[in-house]
């Protein structure tokens, strides 16, 4: 836990410590702090359901395109040998990167999902304005992780879904070329239709707010005796990092 309510003397009359707070206005605090924190865990299991989904529909792919073509080299190796040019090895690498991206995204930073049991432990000791007041400060903490977390994934999640797409397109300029002979022309259309698509994504204005990485959510409940939020109870799916 990364802070505590002992950082500084109590006081027992319980409101000079949150300067004055009325006890009602930190409950509807914290029941908006709570709205937003479910939305976003909401939403982040939204993006992990998308990049689970992404993940295995590209490892089927090339799963499938893998097993063709050591089926057809054993058949027909001439036939396959015309087929494997550098649209189809593209698409194929691009089909690989966009399971890598969509694992990331489900793998990447455990969320914040609540108070944990020391922090819980701890605000009982508090009277109930102190608590809120500590709880809603926590909420903010919270909120702000799962913001930044929020831009992350939705930005992994976004390269996945291009990279299928890009991948599709370029295994059709590989086919296209294969029996037509024609590659400059599709692979520019191919190449159009991705660029347009990463525009209509908004790929720049992601990469800005990840660069950015400007904490959106405003101040927060200004306590004297609490100088620092709850830890907070985390989510991990695999690889986490230490924010």
């Not at 992404?54 to 057809?72: E, P």
């Not at 109930?128 to 913001?147: C, F, G, K, M, P």
């Not at 300029?173 to 990463?198: E, H």
């Amino acid at each position: 836990m990364s802070g505590s309510p002992s950082d500084g003397a109590v006081d027992t009359d319980g409101a000079g410590d949150t300067g004055g707070a009325d006890v009602e206005a930190l409950r509807i605090a914290r029941e908006e702090a709570r709205t937003t924190l479910d939305a976003q865990l909401s939403t982040l299991d939204d993006i992990d359901a998308k990049a689970l989904s992404v993940f295995r529909l590209n490892v089927t792919i090339v799963g499938v395109l893998l097993s063709a073509l050591s089926f057809a080299a054993a058949t027909d190796a001439a036939a396959v040998s015309l087929v494997l040019n550098p649209a189809v090895g593209t698409g194929v690498s691009l089909f690989v990167l966009s399971a890598a991206a969509s694992g990331l995204t489900y793998a990447t930073a455990g969320q914040r999902v609540g108070a944990d049991p020391e922090g819980l432990e701890a605000a009982a000791d508090l009277s109930e304005a102190e608590s809120l007041a500590w709880l809603v400060d926590s909420y903010a903490d919270w909120i702000r992780h799962n913001q930044r977390t929020n831009l992350r994934k939705a930005f992994l999640v976004t390269l996945a879904i291009l990279g299928t797409v890009a991948g599709t397109l370029g295994l059709g300029v590989g086919v296209v070329a294969a029996f037509t002979g024609l590659v400059y022309l599709p692979a520019a259309v191919a190449v159009g239709a991705v660029i347009l698509l990463a525009a209509v994504a908004d790929i720049p204005g992601q990469i800005y707010r990840i660069a950015e990485d400007s904490d959106a959510v405003g101040g927060t409940v200004a306590i004297e005796t609490v100088r620092s939020a709850m830890a907070g109870q985390r989510a991990f799916k695999g690889r986490d990092s230490e924010e």
